[in-house]
């Protein structure tokens, strides 16, 4: 019987070594530090993926309203194009001077184009200033004066 109660113990023995070490393997292998880096990675991958997948949508987004902006400038520049080419009766140019100062003005052309035609070409100017007078005068030619 002696040998009988050894041969259980070896073989209840053995049945708890083999769960223990299945469950002592099973955890600190190689192919478990494997198999917790490809979930990280799968989990990094699925962020980065998140990631790109906001970023684009965040482009596209973007880029319609670049075009809606884009499309309110055309119609802008239309509309703005077309009033400058109406002519309206309000945007007529307005005379600078009435009309009878703009007759005094021609005849007073006239009458100048007359009095400079009569002058030699080759005479300079009238000073009407007095002799030695003036800002660029030297010392020497006010005390002549």
Do not use: C
Request: overall charge negative.
């Amino acid at each position: 019987m002696d040998w009988l109660i050894g041969l259980l113990l070896v073989i209840v023995g053995g049945i708890i070594g083999f769960f223990a070490a299945r469950y002592w393997f099973a955890n600190h292998s190689e192919s478990a530090q494997l198999t917790a880096q490809v979930e990280s990675s799968k989990q990094q991958l699925d962020a980065y993926r998140k990631d790109v997948v906001e970023h684009f949508t965040t482009a596209r987004e973007l880029a319609e309203e670049l075009s809606e902006t884009q499309e309110k400038l055309k119609h802008f520049l239309a509309d703005s194009q077309t009033l400058l080419e109406q002519d309206k009766e309000w945007q007529q140019p307005l005379p600078f001077f009435a009309e009878d100062t703009m007759r005094q003005l021609r005849n007073a052309s006239f009458e100048n184009d007359d009095s400079r035609s009569d002058k030699s070409e080759g005479a300079p100017p009238r000073d009407y200033s007095a002799p030695g007078s003036g800002l660029f005068v030297s010392d020497k030619q006010k005390e002549k004066s």
